[in-house]
């Protein structure tokens, strides 16, 4: 018995253990199942490889099972060695089992980096912030990665966000130690210029619009006031959106994994929160 049919028994379970429901588990799932197909007759049909089509070792875990694994990694963001006890394999086939369906949920969900795609019947305002995640310290460039706001090394992603809450881009992963500004910048955003887009105090001097900031020795209007606090009652849409995000593990506790599998990683979080509450 596959332990996804078992877990499914439990649907309150499964979505503490996933981050998604069994409904929207299923939906994933069968998205991925042709380009799951059309991924392994590609790889088994190379023309370097040596083994006929159906020949060499075969995966224990069937496809549900193995989305189940990786979902419960993003979310739960235990060791391999859990991860192999609980599915009944051996740790060092976890990764085995996980890493080929990371690009395809990729495709799936489609976050793009610069692009802001926004349907016609959109509210055409834009919420942006940075977030950003310790990782384990560089053993180069490590003044690069320092952030001196969080006193930690640390990978920062912009977020582009819809009034209704959906994640409309991700900007690429940037150090630490880059400005939120500054990185804002860098990423060169394409968006219409017909959107209003919204930023925090830390975007001043971009194209955002932003709260009024006290000068020294002066104090804000009552109208400046009044701006600020619906400028924030709006604004709260993105915050609660990253909060979301790291209800996953794995972007909310130091990143363990290689640096340069961040932006896939985050990006199909991204996506994940979008099926789910968006």
Known sequence: MSKCFQLKQSP??????????????YEIYHQLTPLYEAYEKKRLSRSDRQRAVGGGNKFKLELEDRLLMLLMYY???VTHVLLGFIFDINDSNVGRNINPLQPLLAKIFRIPERKVNLSPEEI????IDATEQTINRPSRGQKNWYSGKK??????HQVIVSKTGRIKAVGNAAPGRHHDKKDYQQKKFVIHPSITKKGDSGYQGT???V????AKKQKLTREQKAFNRQHSRERIVVEHVIGKLKIFKILAERFRNPRNSHNLIFKNIAGIHNVMFA
């Open 12 to 25: 309150d379970v499964f979505r503490r253990l996933t981050g998604v429901t069994v409904e929207k588990f």
């Open 207 to 209: 194209d955002l619009e």
């Open 124 to 127: 055409l305002t834009l919420f």
């Open 151 to 156: 006193k930690k090394h640390t990978i920062k």
């Open 75 to 77: 979310r739960l963001y």
């Open 211 to 214: 709260p009024f900031k006290k």
